[in-house]
């Protein structure tokens, strides 16, 4: 090796001030030393989720959507707890568009039918498309957008773009043209409706996942699992996916609102659910010829549907602050 | 001094020479959900014109929150709830925002910490320049912008000028800050941890620099440091910050050698930079220090658990059209680690460093070159040979924070590489993370507790226990404290040290930090830019480096050309 020739100056020496300079010790009995890193809380153990659960407990707009789905939920199971009122047996054209009656508390439809019984059993059909197209999207779109994230490579670079054809499509034109199909034409159902508004629906929460696998993939922990011999499948299914997990749930949580205006438009659009099935966009869609004269039948429906809507994306809001990465306790 | 000249119109009826900046009985609250918390109390700081004061303390000792309630920019969740700031005679307790905003920049600089994340990404550094000149109402032309950066130490400034900042190196965009700090001539400039994102060579460049041009300009310098060494190194006086008081405070040297505070005298034994320097100093008088546990080097004859041998790894870049160029991120490189004795691999950012532990921990493959470990090649290995060599090579990472999983708690994060491996059943894994806690001292009722939950260092020590669950013969240690405050990073070191002479551990210690090698490498291996320059053993390294630079890297270790008198030694 070559002799070194020393490039750098001779050692600095510390400077001393040209002012004089106080040597000020603090008195040890008002600043006693702790023993170092001996950080230990009494509190209870919390991970995220407990945490998000003790945040959320205290904030209204996540109390008031919380009591507004629960309290959709109980309707949509035991319908006739709230009405006495089967609602497609007792309509008789002469109620046509009638007001407030004893025991026909929001009047009736044009049909002659109970306002208030055809939304409550409505609820249910709106709902379980909801929810269930919420669930079909989270697996799907999970579970691509989970793979093509902590894989990459070709099989990202396939299943993006494969996201991002449907992502293109709006979902109300692909739904029109779907419909067309002579399967789901004479197959008209809640189910087939499920299937169509996944098929559209299930991008979106695949970009999300994606993002977040990508985020989390390379952390630390993600490489110290690898290192004790967890395959790349099990580190992705143990230690990733539950850490990418918060801002799905949120945009479910969103979507499923999104979900249900779907359904009504569809159904409004005369291509949703068949008219005997009851649900709120069966009811709009209903009301419409009746729009001056019985606006009431209208309203009802519509603010049972904007109400449900509104307090899912309430809640996702509120889930959003709880699970926020950036606002969690170090 | 010319800082003494600049303040003679200001009258003072005993002193001739007013303070520029007097911090008395200063507190600090912020505002949290349980209600408001204190996080600076009696702080007292006096700042000459043109001196340099260092305060010192760890992550959370308020030292960052003082110099920002100096400036005016307390996060908005905080207020001073008590005592007086008072700049060049002036109470700034209380002052207008508007005043603030008037001397800030013109009479107040500032370098902020991180320069990765403070030039704003999508304007040119001169435009970021120019916004500083202009809202200053100081001239503010391309020669002027020019004859700022040039000053910081750019070369070829008005060509840099309009670059943007993803185009510069660390150092370069911590001089661009610097330039923009002291472009307007502050008469007092506040470095937040100016250096620290930056290696070490850089960092001495980049202080070099900012001592030279505030002595030019007579600028009084607060700098804001956790590195004691730096600090008496850098400063006429230094501060020192325990849980948000000042617990001593005084001339640089006088407090390295007569520390009175308890907490400073932990400061100055455990500080590394210092603590080698004593290593090598007490060399005559035999190792008393508790800093060198582990069994030495030469007294071992043992076998090599790890052999590398001219090591390769080459990354393809990919560039437009299918082409792509190859770079050598590490490049012929040889080393054994012997059993029961670790070897340090040194470098700056971007030397290769962790690429090789990671091709060590078989989790990249080697481009060429070997790795033995036990006289196995493991760049051969099977898929489930593999899977058991994992048993006896385990990492430790430096991030305390990423490292462990935040959705298991302690006691699954040490139970995994366990369950991984089908070790036990469910009593007896139980009973041995009871154990590996117990090795790591933190308590048992830890178990149930989440990463969130525990400090630094504790997560440190989580991390410890769960590489060591498997009974691993190899630790790879990546940067494993250097995310550590220097209290907690001794401690580490010490357990470290503790494990290694109890279960015969060897270690490969990847760091950039030289003072931390001195204590506790047997071997080091110095990498730069991909290749091994200089290996040895510790000792040979430090006291008779063999290339240049290496030379340069332990002469820019922050108080290591400090003159100690001997007695401290």
């Known amino acids: 090796m070559p002799e070194i020739e020393n490039p750098t100056p001779s050692p600095r020496r510390a400077?001393?001030?040209?002012?004089?300079?106080?040597?000020?010790?603090?008195?040890?009995?008002?600043?006693?030393?702790?023993?170092?890193?001996?950080?230990?809380?009494?509190?209870?153990?919390?991970?995220?989720?407990?945490?998000?659960?003790?945040?959320?407990?205290?904030?209204?707009?996540?109390?008031?959507?919380?009591?507004?789905?629960?309290?959709?939920?109980?309707?949509?199971?035991?319908?006739?707890?709230?009405?006495?009122?089967?609602?497609?047996?007792?309509?008789?054209?002469?109620?046509?568009?009638?007001?407030?009656?004893?025991?026909?508390?929001?009047?009736?439809?044009?049909?002659?039918?109970?306002?208030?019984?055809?939304?409550?059993y409505g609820t249910q059909s709106s709902l379980t498309v909801g929810l269930f197209a919420t669930i079909g999207v989270v697996i799907v779109g999970g579970l691509i957008g989970a793979v093509s994230g902590y894989f990459g490579g070709w099989v990202d670079a396939i299943l993006a773009r494969l996201g991002d054809i449907f992502f293109a499509l709006p979902l109300i034109l692909g739904a029109i043209v779907i419909v067309q199909v002579p399967f789901f034409r004479e197959n008209r159902n809640v189910w087939t409706l499920v299937l169509i508004l996944m098929t559209f629906g299930w991008p979106q929460i695949a970009r999300i996942t994606r993002a977040a696998v990508i985020e989390v993939r390379n952390a630390d922990f993600v490489t110290a699992a690898r290192s004790l011999g967890v395959s790349p499948f099990g580190a992705l299914v143990r230690h990733v996916i539950p850490n990418a997990l918060a801002p799905v749930i949120v945009i479910a949580t969103i979507s499923l609102g999104i979900f249900i205006v779907a359904e009504s438009t569809l159904s409004y659009l005369g291509i949703g659910l068949p008219p005997d099935v009851m649900s709120w966009g069966n009811d709009i869609f209903a009301a419409k010829s009746s729009l001056r004269t019985n606006p009431m039948a209208l309203f009802w429906p519509g603010l049972a549907l904007s109400l449900t809507v509104l307090s899912f994306i309430m809640l996702g809001d509120a889930l959003q602050d709880a699970l926020d990465p950036k606002a969690r306790k170090r | 001094m010319n800082g003494a000249e600049m303040n003679t119109e200001n009258p003072s009826a005993q002193n001739p020479v007013a303070p520029l900046l007097e911090l008395k009985d200063l507190a600090i609250t912020f505002k949290t959900n349980n209600g408001e918390v204190p996080a600076v109390k009696r702080a007292d700081l006096t700042i000459m014109p043109g001196e340099t004061v260092a305060i010192v303390g760890e992550s959370g000792s308020g030292k960052s929150t003082t110099a920002l309630a100096a400036i005016g920019l307390l996060p908005s969740n905080g207020r001073v709830s008590g005592g007086s700031i008072v700049f060049d005679g002036e109470d700034l307790t209380n002052v207008s925002e508007k005043r603030m905003i008037q001397l800030r920049g013109s009479s107040i600089g500032m370098v902020p910490q991180d320069p990765m994340s403070n030039l704003n990404p999508v304007w040119k550094i001169g435009f970021q320049v120019k916004e500083t000149l202009k809202a200053n109402g100081l001239p503010s032309g391309p020669k002027d912008v020019a004859k700022v950066l040039t000053e910081a130490g750019l070369p070829d400034a008005a060509a840099r000028a309009n670059q943007y900042p993803h185009e510069f190196s660390g150092g370069m965009r911590q001089r661009a800050l610097i330039a923009i700090g002291l472009a307007c001539r502050p008469r007092l400039l506040i470095a937040d941890e100016p250096t620290s994102a930056l290696d070490v060579t850089v960092q001495r460049q980049i202080l070099d620099h900012l001592e030279t041009m505030t002595d030019e300009l007579g600028t009084a310098v607060l700098l804001i440091t956790h590195d004691l060494g730096l600090a008496a190194e850098r400063a006429h006086?230094?501060?020192?910050?325990?849980?948000?008081?000042?617990?001593?405070?005084?001339?640089?040297?006088?407090?390295?050698?007569?520390?009175?505070?308890?907490?400073?005298?932990?400061?100055?034994?455990?500080?590394?930079?210092?603590?080698?320097?004593?290593?090598?100093?007490?060399?005559?008088?035999?190792?008393?220090?508790?800093?060198?546990?582990?069994?030495?080097?030469?007294?071992?004859?043992?076998?090599?658990?790890?052999?590398?041998?001219?090591?390769?790894?080459?990354?393809?870049?990919?560039?437009?059209?299918?082409?792509?160029?190859?770079?050598?991120?590490?490049?012929?490189?040889?080393?054994?680690?012997?059993?029961?004795?670790?070897?340090?691999?040194?470098?700056?950012?971007?030397?290769g460093k962790s690429t090789v532990a990671k091709m060590v921990l078989g989790l990249e493959d080697a481009t060429d070159g070997s790795i033995t470990f036990d006289g196995v090649d493991i760049t051969s290995l099977g898929r489930k040979?593999?899977?058991?060599?994992?048993?006896?090579?385990?990492?430790?990472?430096?991030?305390?924070?990423?490292?462990?999983?935040?959705?298991?708690?302690?006691?699954?994060?040490?139970?995994?590489?366990?369950?991984?491996?089908?070790?036990?059943?469910?009593?007896?894994?139980?009973?041995?993370?009871?154990?590996?806690?117990?090795?790591?001292?933190?308590?048992?009722?830890?178990?149930?507790?989440?990463?969130?939950?525990?400090?630094?260092?504790?997560?440190?020590?989580?991390?410890i226990a769960r590489a060591l669950a498997l009974d691993p013969e190899v630790v790879i240690c990546d940067e494993a404290v250097s995310a550590l405050d220097v209290l907690v990073q001794a401690q580490i070191l010490k357990l470290l040290a503790d494990l290694q002479s109890e279960l015969g551990l060897s270690y490969l210690f990847i760091t950039h930090d030289l003072a931390v090698v001195r204590q506790i490498a047997d071997h080091v291996c110095v990498m730069e830019k991909g290749k091994l320059v200089e290996k040895g053993t510790t000792d040979d390294v430090f006291e008779k480096p063999q290339t240049a630079y290496t030379q340069a890297l332990l002469d820019a270790i922050p108080g290591a050309g400090l003159m100690l008198p001997p007695e401290v030694a």
């Open chain 2, 237 to 351: 006086k230094v501060v020192v910050m325990y849980k948000g008081q000042v617990v001593e405070s005084g001339p640089a040297l006088e407090l390295l050698t007569n520390p009175q505070h308890p907490y400073t005298q932990k400061l100055v034994a455990s500080a590394p930079s210092l603590a080698s320097r004593r290593i090598e100093s007490s060399k005559g008088t035999g190792r008393e220090s508790d800093e060198v546990l582990a069994p030495h080097a030469e007294d071992l004859q043992t076998d090599n658990v790890i052999e590398v041998k001219n090591l390769v790894k080459v990354y393809k870049i990919r560039g437009g059209w299918g082409k792509s160029s190859d770079f050598k991120a590490v490049d012929d490189v040889s080393f054994a680690i012997k059993r029961g004795t670790t070897t340090a691999v040194v470098g700056e950012s971007g030397s």
């Open chain 2, 385 to 463: 040979e593999m899977f058991n060599f994992r048993r006896r090579v385990q990492p430790i990472f430096q991030d305390p924070y990423g490292s462990l999983d935040p959705m298991y708690n302690i006691f699954r994060t040490i139970e995994e590489p366990l369950r991984v491996h089908g070790v036990g059943n469910a009593k007896s894994r139980e009973a041995k993370v009871r154990n590996l806690l117990d090795q790591v001292a933190l308590p048992a009722s830890m178990m149930q507790r989440f990463p969130n939950e525990l400090s630094g260092g504790q997560r440190q020590r989580v991390a």
């Open chain 1, 15 to 120: 400077k001393t001030s040209a002012y004089p300079v106080e040597h000020f010790v603090a008195d040890v009995s008002e600043t006693p030393v702790a023993a170092t890193d001996s950080k230990i809380s009494d509190d209870a153990p919390t991970s995220l989720w407990r945490e998000a659960w003790r945040n959320l407990r205290k904030q209204p707009l996540f109390i008031i959507s919380a009591i507004l789905i629960i309290a959709v939920i109980f309707v949509a199971l035991f319908p006739g707890l709230f009405t006495n009122e089967a609602p497609n047996d007792n309509c008789m054209l002469s109620n046509s568009d009638g007001g407030p009656a004893p025991g026909h508390l929001l009047g009736f439809t044009q049909q002659g039918c109970d306002i208030l019984a055809r939304v409550v």
